[in-house]
């Protein structure tokens, strides 16, 4: 089984490519959260979870999930992670966190994808994006086949770098970085709720046609990225920064 995590499409793209070469099926951890379905997946002999990097770990709301769900018959756990540049010393969270559950920690694999976080960053164009893509689907059939055999997934050496931000700087990151308040909405906002519908977390509401977000976040960037008026704007952040969605 592929459980898939989501904000504009990259972890969606990798794990269809790696199901597409096990023969496993996908779930979407986006629509679990959405509607708190924490309903006991069983009988799967391994688990492949393909997510984004948050500040150098997997997201915070699911690592909560998983701790959550029960597993059944589930022994092995494999974990894919993209992102812009790397995932500093995830692989000693995400270990701890099998033992845990219980899993045989399978490893964890880096696949370098497009940076989507506009709220800090800027996103490639159209036409980086796919050349870091097609850059990337070697690493990502590399990992799939890999995990197809039952091998382990070999494991990036953490420099100090690595340790300092995954230790220290991804809680510094969700106290004083990972908030909705200056999400807005300008006149382009057509009220066609896709944010509402997009969000992970249930944070957001149409209120007099435009959409209000409360103080549950966790900076997927779906919202602003999956705009189709691009009306939403992260304060001045992403202020004349191209959306990003996954172009494959």
């Given at each position: 089984m592929v459980l898939?995590?989501?904000g504009t499409g990259n972890s969606f793209f990798i794990a269809k490519k790696i199901a597409n070469i096990t023969g496993d099926g996908l779930v979407s951890i986006n629509e679990r959260i959405k509607k708190n379905d924490l309903t006991e997946i069983k009988d799967e002999e391994i688990l492949i979870f393909v997510v984004p990097t948050y500040a150098w770990r997997i997201p915070k709301i699911v690592e909560e999930w998983i701790l959550k769900v029960k597993f059944r018959g589930a022994s092995k756990a494999y974990f894919v992670m993209n992102c812009g540049d790397g995932i500093g010393n995830a692989g000693k969270?995400?270990?701890?966190m099998c033992k845990?559950?219980?899993f045989e920690y399978m490893g964890t694999a880096e696949i370098i994808m497009p940076e989507n976080y506009i709220a800090m960053f800027k996103s490639p164009g159209g036409e980086a994006s796919k050349k870091i893509i097609h850059k990337a689907i070697s690493q990502i059939e590399y990992t799939a086949k890999?995990?197809?055999?039952?091998?382990n997934l070999p494991e990036k050496k953490s420099n100090l770098f690595d340790r300092f931000n995954s230790s220290l700087t991804n809680p510094a990151f969700y106290s004083f970085i990972v908030k909705a308040n200056k999400f807005i909405a300008n006149d382009k906002c057509i009220g066609c709720g896709k944010c509402e519908k997009e969000c992970p977390l249930n944070n957001i509401h149409l209120i007099g046609n435009k959409p209000v977000w409360g103080n549950n976040c966790t900076h997927c960037m779906a919202c602003?990225?999956?705009?189709?008026?691009?009306?939403i704007e992260y304060g001045k952040k992403s202020i004349g920064k191209a959306r990003y969605q996954c172009p494959m």
């Open positions: 898939y995590f989501t969270y995400i270990s701890r845990q559950k219980g890999r995990i197809e055999q039952r091998e602003i990225c999956k705009c189709p008026t691009e009306a």
